[in-house]
Structures are given as C-alpha cells and as structure tokens.
C-alpha cells in the first residue's frame, strides 16, 4: 500500500499543524507460479473463437483497457516531469495510480469464454505487471526508495511487452 502526503497548498486552512491527508493505493497481490509435473495429462486446445466471441471480448473489456491506457499514460507523464514537492504532482500521480489498479480489476473480473482464455489470461497477466509497477513507483517517492523505482521500471517495461503479445495474440484470432 502506498500513500502519497499532500502538504496543504500555501494560503489553504490547515487541520493542524500535524494533519496529513493521504491516498491509500493497493498494490496488486502477486501471483507465484506453480509447475506441473511433466507426466501430466496437456489441457485441450481451445477453439478459435469466432467472430462474435472476438466481438464480445472486445466490448466486454474496451472500457477498461482504455481507461488503463490512458491512466498508464498520463501516468508516464507525470512521471517523465516528478514534481514530488508539487501537492497537485502528488495527488495527479497518486489518481492515475489508482486508476491503472482499478483498470487492472476491472479486467480481472471479466468473463470470458474459453475461447479467448489465453488471450485474456496473457492481457491480464501483463497488467498484473502495469499495476505492480504504478504501486512500487508510489512507494519509491514515498520513501526515497531507488530500488523500487528500478523495480517498477522493470515491471512496466514487461507490462508492455507481455500487452504487445497479448494484442498480437487477439489480432491473430481476428484474421
């Protein structure tokens, strides 16, 4: 969890001298892999999902997505330009963090036919990463903690690379 302290903006009324507010923002758990014994029995291949499936999946989780995109965006932005002095800087980074974790979830939570499981596991395994990655960079201001930055950087570079596969993977289907 992390949170951002908001100092108030010079001129504003103050709780008192030790108030603090703060953004609460939760880190996405994560997930250990576990590995399958090599005499197991493979799962079936899917099918490939015909076009209303793609259809569906496409409307089901276009609204989220967008909203990860854009907040992962904005994200960088503010992020390329750290102002951790700046009250607005804080609270604008700590909106979109929140954001991308809420747009994580929100992917989480679709249902999908079998047919596009392993493309929505891939989707959804990469921002798994998007997250992880926007919660150590809040905690790296926080606390002045260089190794969660680098760590964050090395989770969101393969958020990317695990979303480029995953958008390749549905363009694959839709052909």
Known sequence: MAAFLVKPAAGAAKLAPSATVTVAVAVAP?????????????????????AAEVAAYLDAV????RDLGNAV???AQLFSRPQPGSNAWRVNLATQIAAVQVAHEQLVAVKVPA?????????????AKCS????????????GDIGALNRATKLMQECAAGVTEAETMLNAVRQ
Do not use: Q, R, W, Y
């Open 115 to 127: 047919s596009m499981a392993a493309i929505h596991d891939a989707t959804t395994a990469a921002t």
């Open 73 to 75: 965006g904005a994200f």
């Open 132 to 143: 992880e990655a926007v919660g150590l960079t809040g905690e790296a201001f926080d606390n």
């Open 30 to 50: 994560k997930v250990t892999p576990t590995k399958v014994a090599a005499t197991a029995t493979p799962a079936p291949t899917a099918a490939k999902p015909t």
């Open 62 to 65: 276009g609204p989220a997505s």
